[in-house]
């Protein structure tokens, strides 16, 4: 009896270790090259030595498939993504996942959904009304792409405009990439990417700008080139110095919207995020410490707030407003 009452303590322990649910989380950090991202006044050189800057960089990620705990797979079935630069985090979802190994997932949109209305979802979804839009008719459906900018001729004026919007079902694109997971200190499981923007333009002349909406070439270079944007972050941060101490007070659920921080570097910036992974709100610029007042005409919900500094997380987590 004894054995028997050590074996079912023992099962218990199995089934609690790895049944248990974690709330999932897609970090994306945006770099050129090693560089940090840095919309409009950023000035990068692509493969062919042109400098160009990036004023406009949105795409969507849909199909997401996880591969984790010894070789599971586990569809992120329904869940579509608009990425911006602006956003470093992303809601996945609660699963019973507890070791992420790698991701499937494509760029774009499937032709089931590409070619619906997007009138007809609500307010912050992915699939909604955008500005700047992101769909281009219900005949041609959505931009899975849309990247702009200037390229500078060598006269240090970055006037020759380029403009590379991706449509059409075609250009559904497919990607694989090695992912690992690590929790944070709130137990949230979190994904980290780099995400190298300058490998879309790889074999791609930016010189005298080109505007190109469709199917077209380069854009279907730039879609294929999709595939070595992509690395775990955890393989590159081997020299990454430990992040400064991030306190941050408030109540959860939250009736008054407060949210006190306090850490040793200024230049913050603060995004709060909803269900969709689209920003409702954010600052920038904040000092070392300090406030966050959230408007009261924010939805009660729950969200995932974070605090950033240089494109690198310093603290996120999830609160509930509730007034």
Not at 26 to 44: F, H, R, T
Not at 104 to 118: A, C, L, Q, R, W
Not at 211 to 233: L, Q
Not at 267 to 273: S, V, Y
Request: with cysteine; aromatic share 12%; net charge negative.
């Amino acid at each position: 009896m004894k054995k028997l009452y050590i074996l079912i303590f023992l099962l218990f322990l199995i089934n609690s270790s790895f049944g248990q649910n974690n709330d999932l989380f897609l970090k994306i950090s945006p770099k050129v090259d090693a560089n940090p991202l840095v919309l409009e006044a950023g000035k990068y050189t692509a493969w062919n030595g042109v400098p160009y800057n990036i004023c406009r960089l949105q795409y969507y990620i849909s199909r997401i498939t996880i591969t984790h705990d010894g070789g599971l797979q586990t569809p992120l079935t329904g869940l579509i993504l608009l990425t911006v630069p602006k956003t470093l985090v992303y809601t996945l979802g609660n699963y019973n996942i507890q070791n992420v190994e790698s991701l499937e997932f494509y760029i774009g949109i499937d032709s089931k959904i590409n070619h619906t209305d997007p009138t007809v979802y609500p307010a912050g979804s992915p699939l909604a009304p955008q500005n700047p839009s992101m769909n281009w008719g219900w005949a041609a459906g959505y931009r899975f792409l849309a990247i702009e900018g200037y390229a500078d001729s060598g006269n240090g004026l970055f006037a020759d405009k380029y403009e590379f919007h991706a449509i059409g079902d075609e250009l559904f694109t497919k990607l694989n990439v090695t992912a690992s997971s690590k929790k944070d200190v709130d137990g949230n499981l979190i994904i980290d990417l780099d995400a190298d923007y300058n490998k879309l333009f790889s074999t791609v002349d930016l010189k005298g700008g080109m505007i190109v909406h469709g199917t077209d070439s380069p854009n279907t270079t730039i879609m294929s080139n999709f595939k070595d944007v992509f690395t775990s972050a955890s393989a590159t941060a081997t020299h990454e110095n430990k992040p400064e101490n991030f306190i941050v007070n408030y109540a959860n659920p939250t009736k008054q919207a407060s949210i006190k921080y306090i850490t040793q570097t200024d230049d913050i910036r603060f995004e709060l995020i909803n269900l969709f992974g689209q920003q409702v709100y954010g600052l920038e610029h904040l000092e070392k410490s300090g406030e966050v007042i959230l408007p009261k005409s924010i939805q009660d919900g729950l969200y995932i707030m974070s605090f950033s500094h240089a494109n690198k997380i310093k603290y996120t987590n999830k609160i509930i407003l509730q007034k």
